[in-house]
């Protein structure tokens, strides 16, 4: 610095700062200070120079003048770049009086705007120093704790400790002194220039902090139901997640502050109700359960709620900040979950079951009967998806009970019980539904079983549904008695009868159950009725009268018989007290009637049937021929065509010829051309009954008799039509399993009254060789087939021969 002094090439002592030196001022201190800081260690000699330059100016300024100034001194650089150090050392000089402070300086202050984010404000004397800032318990905007800054105001954030309840923010700035302040570090060599340098000052420092800063934290509950379907009866449980949103769990002496969770349970619902931010208004609520909270993570409900009944039930988890005492001031605020959130959501399945009602308390054989369910659920709501009921498959069964009796209830299902069809009703929702048909083949009684089978549903609606579910077999309003079907056939034992004589019957009963009429009722089904009727209608004045549909309510009396309603042969009028006994001339007709019972269909017989009438002659009677073919017959059994022939005065010497066509498909015209069976030629020697004598077919269809009543010479008397009512036989196949049509047994005739004379013609010996009808009840109780097998007749001698009982009965 010492312009007129001797090299410096002596032993230089260590330097010393100085803040004065000889008679420079603060000022001047402080730009050489600032000239050699920024410049004075540059590398490069354009710029060196300038700064020798200016410190000769400022330290020795006289001696600097006094040779020339700078116009001597750039002399001394080499001509080239005169000019670039002359440029320097200006720049030099501008920036040294902007810039140089004599007392240079940096300040801090933090402003909080909340709990974790403020501002750091720094001053800085000279306003271009800059520093490096460390923030303990903050970071700065970009993340980091620590920045190098200068003058201005910077973003930070705090960053408390974990679990911590308060905490402050402090900021520590350490700033570069080199070129600042008003001072030199000289170097001095004895008797020698002195060399002077940047002054050595310490770097500017500077704190902050914040005032403590009170912290709260914020927990939040999301929750997923521990499983989505269960059952009515079990815990309700749902699995929670605890999340802080705001700092973190706060601690106190170690421990973490207690928050109480409430868990409303909402429900039940019909369908999964819509989310929402709160209940509606009058939600159903199944329960509440509180749970102590004390860390983030995962925690289960207490399962204190039990399912009810079924429906859709959805958690609401809320922690009031109100209610946690003196914790609560750790708490930001208060937390409410969502409403009606579907992971949140479980269902209690429910249980469909049926209570039914069968259609056609009484039916019989053949007919097609439905049954009628009326369906909910038993434990709560039939729950429904997507807005509508979750659609259930029920499925009944219809058993044929073992026995005939009306069956017992039960919960088991005999292994005797058959079953005869199943069906299946969809119900989609609560409510009547009526099942698709069931036909009930036979005879007895048939009781439905409903069932729920979760294995039968839509893999989507099985979890929906509790469990399988059986109703239980022989409930009696789920019950049809199929009413077995009668079969009575009879025969009058002779057709005419003297006025004051009288006739009788033999009546064959088939078709009641084996234990009838024991039956005594059981409160629900009504006992069996006890008899049978047997009333002798007449007298008609001509047989037109005995039609299909007579009208019986308004028709003459003779008397009326009964006999027990069970299987059996009965022979009535021979006894005092069903004497049958007529006493005016006439047509008279015997009339079968049983009333019917919840076991047994009701049977009127024909007032037509003429194995049924008995005649009381008058003056005179017109000739006349009334035919009853059998009504059915399988194919290959036999069958035949009966003729009852009327009249007083039978012409000598006619007889019958019996004609059968076919067989024809039923519902074409009748076509009697080439009869397939003629019969024998059968005399006619009195009023009475005639049979053609059996025939039989290889083929199905319907069979048209014809009957021909011819006088001696082979004149017509009397003829049938092709087609006739009641001249008409249904050959069918036989049904798979139908046993063979068996003989008919043949008992004997009771003996007529002792005081009885014989007082009908010598029709008498057509009842030798007879027998009523007995048909075959085919294998599961099908119709009997063929009305009956009348007594066969002998032709007799002598017509006009009176003849006693015994000789009749030995023919």
């Not at 017509?716 to 049509?741: F, H, I, K, M, Q």
């Not at 029709?763 to 087939?785: D, P, Q």
């Not at 063929?786 to 030995?810: C, F, P, S, W, Y």
Request: proline letters at 9%.
């Amino acid at each position: 610095m010492d312009l007129l002094a001797l090299p410096p090439y002596g032993s230089t002592q260590h330097p010393e700062l100085k803040t004065t030196l000889d008679s420079l001022n603060e000022t001047e201190l402080a730009r050489l200070n600032y000239v050699m800081g920024r410049w004075g260690e540059s590398q490069d000699p354009n710029i060196t120079s300038a700064v020798q330059m200016y410190v000769w100016d400022v330290a020795d300024h006289g001696n600097y003048v006094g040779q020339g100034g700078d116009g001597h001194f750039v002399t001394r650089v080499p001509a080239n770049v005169r000019a670039t150090v002359l440029a320097n050392l200006a720049a030099m000089r501008d920036a040294a009086a902007a810039n140089a402070v004599a007392n240079p300086s940096v300040s801090m202050s933090i402003q909080m705007d909340d709990q974790y984010h403020g501002q750091l404000t720094i001053s800085t004397n000279p306003a271009t120093a800059t520093g490096t800032v460390t923030l303990t318990g903050g970071i700065f905007a970009n993340g980091s704790a620590t920045a190098t800054l200068g003058a201005g105001t910077h973003q930070i954030v705090g960053t408390p400790a974990e679990g911590a309840p308060e905490y402050r923010i402090e900021a520590k700035m350490s700033a570069p002194a080199v070129g600042y302040g008003a001072g030199v570090d000289l170097f001095y060599t004895p008797g020698e220039q002195r060399i002077l340098g940047t002054a050595s000052f310490e770097p500017l420092t500077a704190t902050a902090q914040s005032p403590v800063i009170p912290l709260d934290f914020q927990p939040i509950i999301e929750t997923q139901v521990s499983s989505k379907f269960v059952q009515a009866g079990d815990p309700m449980l749902d699995d929670l997640t605890v999340s802080v949103t705001k700092h973190s769990w706060i601690k106190i002496d170690g421990q973490p502050v207690p928050v109480v969770a409430e868990g409303r349970l909402y429900g039940p619902f019909d369908s999964q109700p819509a989310e929402a931010n709160a209940p509606p208004a009058g939600a159903p609520l199944a329960g509440t359960e509180e749970l102590t909270l004390t860390h983030a993570g995962h925690y289960v409900s207490p399962g204190t709620i039990i399912a009810p009944e079924s429906g859709f039930y959805t958690w609401v988890w809320s922690i009031d900040k109100t209610a946690q005492g003196d914790w609560g001031k750790y708490l930001t605020d208060s937390f409410t979950d969502r409403f009606g959130r579907v992971a949140e959501t479980s269902v209690v399945p429910f249980q469909p079951e049926a209570v039914s009602q069968a259609n056609g308390r009484l039916v019989k054989p053949g007919d097609e009967v439905t049954d009628t369910i009326t369906v909910a659920s038993t434990n709560g709501a039939w729950l429904e998806q997507n807005g509508e009921p979750i659609p259930v498959v029920f499925e009944g069964s219809a058993y044929q009970i073992p026995g005939t009796l009306p069956p017992a209830q039960s919960t088991e299902i005999p292994a005797g019980a058959v079953p005869l069809g199943t069906v299946t009703v969809t119900a989609t929702g609560p409510g009547t539904y009526t099942s698709p048909k069931v036909t009930l083949p036979d005879a007895g009684f048939v009781t439905w079983v409903w069932e729920v089978k979760k294995s039968s549903q839509p893999e989507w609606v099985r979890p929906f549904i509790a469990s399988d579910w059986r109703d239980d077999y022989g409930i009696n309003v789920e019950t049809h008695s199929v009413r077995w079907p009668l079969t009575i056939t009879s025969e009058v034992r002779e057709y005419n009868v003297h006025k004051g004589g009288r006739a009788f019957d033999r009546i064959t009963v088939s078709g009641f159950p084996e234990n009838h009429p024991e039956f005594e009722g059981d409160g629900y089904w009504q006992p069996d009725a006890k008899e049978l009727t047997h009333t002798v209608y007449g007298p008609f004045a001509t047989d037109a009268e005995l039609t299909e549909d007579m009208e019986l309510d308004d028709a003459p009396v003779l008397t009326r018989i009964t006999t027990p309603a069970k299987n059996g042969v009965y022979d009535i009028g021979y006894g005092e007290d069903d004497r049958i006994q007529p006493t005016e001339p006439g047509y008279y007709v015997v009339v079968t009637h049983f009333e019917g019972d919840d076991r047994v269909q009701p049977f009127t017989s024909s007032p037509a049937d003429i194995w049924e009438r008995f005649f009381v002659p008058g003056p005179e009677q017109p000739l006349s021929v009334v035919t009853q073919a059998q009504a059915q017959a399988f194919v290959g059994d036999p069958f035949e065509d009966t003729a009852l022939v009327q009249g007083s005065a039978i012409p000598e010497g006619a007889y019958l010829v019996f004609r059968a066509y076919g067989p024809q498909l039923a519902g074409e015209d009748p076509v009697c051309e080439v009869p397939f069976f003629v019969s024998e030629q059968i005399a006619v020697t009195e009023a009475g009954h005639y049979r053609s004598g059996t025939t039989s077919t290889d083929a199905a269809g319907n069979v048209y008799w014809v009957e021909t009543l011819y006088g001696k010479d082979g004149n017509v008397l009397a003829e049938g039509r092709c087609g006739a009512p009641g001249e008409t036989t249904v050959v069918s196949v036989r049904p798979p399993g139908t046993p063979e049509t068996p003989t008919p047994d043949k008992p004997e005739l009771p003996e007529l009254p002792p005081e009885l004379a014989l007082t009908g013609g010598t029709a008498w010996g057509a009842w030798v060789g007879g027998v009523a009808a007995v048909l075959l009840l085919a294998a599961g109780a099908t119709l009997w087939f063929g009305r009956k097998l009348a007594l066969h007749r002998e032709r007799m001698q002598d017509e006009d021969e009176e003849v006693t009982i015994d000789e009749l009965m030995n023919q």
